[in-house]
């Protein structure tokens, strides 16, 4: 199936910088969707974005949906000890089958 | 807020016995997604239903089979176990919404095969 390529695959910060992390798709997507999965757990849906251009906030988070609708590029600002986890995008196509990337693992300093 | 829920959170099997996972989607949520995440890995799709019927289906072994209630609940049924079949299995639930879809995960169920 489709993949979805996420970088970087994993980050190393001090407590208060930002963070950005993308994913880029080989083709066109009409959703994009960024989570966060702590262990052991569920994904937990972070941002949603519908529109090419979109650019969307949910407090520290920030996302973009692409112009061209093969990527889209997640931002948290003032990173705290609690934005530890693996963050996943994830694009639905035309046929609304979702695909995942290959996640970003964060590591907070503090 | 009502939850996606999912039973059991834990389950060990032996090989070649049967597993059931049970999804309980988020109330009014018409559209089930099961998925499969292995260690240090994404989650891989499996199937998915809306209204009842299979809408999708990706990597899912012929070994595994699924289904939708009419209350909306959805059984992921397991057969012929093997070892590489242990892996957090997660159901999602979503609705069309006047934007698009958002998946939203349940907890997960650990499977372990012995």
């Known amino acids: 199936g489709q993949q979805l390529n996420q970088s970087p695959q994993s980050m190393f910060i001090q407590e208060g910088e930002d963070v950005s992390m993308n994913c880029t798709s080989s083709s066109i997507f009409n959703t994009w969707l960024w989570y966060k999965q702590d262990p052991g757990e569920g994904p937990v849906l972070l941002i949603a974005l519908y529109k090419a251009g979109e650019l969307t906030s949910n407090g520290r988070l920030t996302a973009q949906f692409g112009i061209t609708r093969k990527d889209s590029f997640l931002n948290i600002s003032a990173s705290i000890p609690s934005d530890v986890g693996i963050y996943f995008c994830?694009?639905?196509?035309?046929?609304?089958?979702?695909?995942f990337g290959t996640g970003t693992s964060l590591t907070v300093i503090p | 807020a009502a939850g996606v829920i999912q039973s059991p959170r834990h389950l060990i099997k032996e090989k070649r016995e049967t597993a059931t996972l049970k999804c309980y989607p988020i109330?009014?949520?018409?559209?089930v997604y099961w998925y499969q995440q292995g260690p240090g890995q994404d989650p891989q799709f499996l199937i998915s239903f809306y209204e009842k019927m299979q809408s999708d289906k990706g990597s899912i072994p012929d070994r595994f089979s699924a289904q939708q209630f009419s209350d909306y609940h959805s059984e992921l049924n397991m057969s012929s176990l093997e070892l590489g079949d242990s892996a957090l299995y997660f159901c999602?639930?979503?609705?069309?919404?006047?934007?698009?879809?958002?998946?939203?995960f349940g907890p997960g169920t650990r499977l372990t095969v012995t």
């Open positions: 999602a639930s979503s609705v069309a919404g006047d934007s698009g879809y958002e998946q939203y």
């Open positions: 109330p009014r949520h018409d559209t």
């Open positions: 994830a694009g639905q196509d035309s046929t609304n089958q979702f695909y």
